[in-house]
């Protein structure tokens, strides 16, 4: 939603009959980290005044991303204790790099605050590793499932040539969340309303709906990146009825 605000969010989120929001980590949006405690109070309160939760903290850290790990961790521990100030359960991460032994030492650097605060550090299939088996060997290596998991974006890995049946039996062990959106074709991810591109929607859902999936279904809407699509208030009933059928 470029260019609005926090209320506004949560007006369209209630309004539609959304269970909660999932809140982008960046200036632009007024939820960060480096908010201070009365900013941090105020959002956790408009959100909870509308009977909404927070899914997840959208954060951009990269946690294999190449160079020192100290900024990243530094980073990391202060989206997770926003997260904890907030009441958001997780804070999803980026790959940004191909190697899981430094995302594994990364995850495991984390994993006693994570533990404390009771918060997980989410992984998207998403850039270097897009696939369900990339961020599973990833998940894997940290071996810290208390304090891991992984974000089943569902464009990335089917547009990088995995099957949905594959992903899921790769992420099955560490799912804990779901993104949904639909798209031009594999080639052009161009958002388009659900049902109406190229993404295997329907072959996921059952999929999910099989797997007995509980977990928090997100619609990703990314008009900040493609300024021309439709508002999301357009597109929230089409994702709205798919949640409901496949993982009620």
């Known amino acids: 939603m470029p260019g609005e605000g926090l209320d506004r969010a949560v007006e369209i989120a209630a309004g539609h009959g959304c269970q909660g929001l999932e809140l982008r980590l960046h200036p632009d949006t007024g939820v960060h980290a480096s908010l201070d405690a009365a ?9 909870e005044r509308a009977g909404l939760e927070i899914s997840a903290l959208a954060g951009y850290v990269g946690i294999c991303e190449p160079g020192p790990d100290e900024p990243i961790i ?6 997770l204790r926003l997260a904890a ?5 997780g804070v999803r991460v980026f790959p940004r790099g191909g190697d899981p032994a430094v995302g594994a030492r990364r995850l495991k650097a984390v994993s006693g605050t994570a533990g404390d605060l009771g918060r997980r550090v989410l ?9 369900g088996e990339a961020v599973a060997a990833l998940l894997a290596e940290a071996g810290c499932p208390e304090t891991t998991g992984a974000i089943w974006d569902l464009l990335h890995p089917w547009r990088h ?15 804990d969340y779901v993104q949904v959106k639909d798209a031009v074709s594999a080639q052009d ?7 109406t591109g190229s993404v295997p929607l329907e072959e996921s859902g059952d999929l999910l709906r099989a797997a007995g999936f509980s ?26 009825a798919w949640v409901r059928r496949f993982t009620s």
């Open 39 to 47: 900013g941090r109070r105020s959002v956790r309160e408009r959100i």
């Open 74 to 79: 530094e980073a990391l521990l202060a989206d």
């Open 85 to 89: 100030d907030l009441g958001a359960p």
């Open 123 to 131: 992984v998207e299939t998403h850039d270097s590793m897009a696939t």
């Open 161 to 175: 040539g995995e099957p949905p049946a594959r992903t899921l039996a790769a992420l099955r062990p560490y799912l």
């Open 189 to 195: 991810t161009t958002p388009v309303p659900m049902g």
């Open 215 to 240: 977990g928090w279904v997100s619609l990703e809407w990314e008009r900040t990146w493609y300024p021309q699509v439709a508002p999301v208030e357009d597109i929230l009933p089409g994702a709205a």
